[in-house]
Structures are given as structure tokens and as C-alpha cells.
């Protein structure tokens, strides 16, 4: 049984830091790219980050860059997003979710990715 469980959200004020955290298992975690998604309440979702399955390679959504970092430890099936100087616009749902090897093409495409979670909600306010 495929299951991606996002962890690590929360309450935090804005220029805070969180770390999420996407647990893999029931699938050959190392063959598969991870990606994080959003969504904010009325809003489409949105790609965020990704990483290769192998050489860890990262794609990163314009508005997070310098502030997000996204990494793996294939051992461990296990993929981290590190956000720093969180503002109230990344206010969402976040989401991991798995496609074979490459973030490419299309790294933000939801209709390339074949497993997902349930989401960690984060909230950045004062």
C-alpha cells in the first residue's frame, strides 16, 4: 500500500521557520521524484519544490526561492522541506507527492505525479 504522510505544520509568525517532512513508504522510494504542492483556500494548487529521485536535482516555485530548501535521505524514504522567513502568503495546505525518477518535464504539473498525501497545514501569522 503507496502512502506519503506529510508532517511538521503549524502555527508560526511570519519570518519563522518550519520543517515539513514527507514520510514514503509501500513504493521504490529512490526510482521516484518528490515534489511539495500548496493550496490555499481558494486557490488552485500550486507546485512549490522538487527533487530528483537520484542526483538531487531541485526545481523551486520563483516566490519561495532563497527561502525554501528541499532535500532528501533516500535511506530514511524520507523527504524534507525547510522553510525559512515564512511570510503570511505561504499560508496553506501543503502537500508532498511522488512521479518516476525526474522532476521533468513540467516539475509543477499535478497530472505527472502518481501518489499523493494528505496534507500538513501551515499557518503564518502574528
Known amino acids: 500500500q503507496v502512502q506519503l504522510v506529510e508532517s511538521g505544520g503549524g502555527l508560526v509568525q511570519p519570518g519563522g521557520s518550519l520543517r515539513l517532512s514527507c514520510a514514503a513508504s509501500g513504493f521504490t522510494f529512490d526510482t521516484y521524484a518528490i515534489g511539495w504542492f500548496r493550496q490555499a483556500p481558494g486557490r488552485a494548487r500550486e507546485g512549490v519544490s522538487c527533487?530528483?529521485?537520484?542526483?538531487?536535482?531541485?526545481y523551486y516555485l520563483d516566490s519561495v526561492k532563497g527561502r525554501f530548501t528541499i532535500s532528501r535521505d533516500n535511506a530514511k524514504n524520507t523527504v524534507y522541506l525547510q522553510m525559512n522567513s515564512l511570510k503570511p502568503e505561504d499560508t496553506a495546505v501543503y502537500y508532498c507527492?511522488?512521479?518516476?525518477?525526474?522532476?521533468?518535464?513540467?516539475?509543477?504539473?499535478?497530472?505527472?505525479?502518481?501518489?499523493w498525501g494528505q496534507g500538513t497545514q501551515v499557518t503564518v501569522s502574528s
Open positions: 527533487i530528483h529521485s537520484s542526483d538531487g536535482r531541485t
Open positions: 507527492a511522488a512521479r518516476p525518477f525526474s522532476c521533468s518535464p513540467y516539475a509543477f504539473a499535478t497530472g505527472f505525479y502518481d501518489y
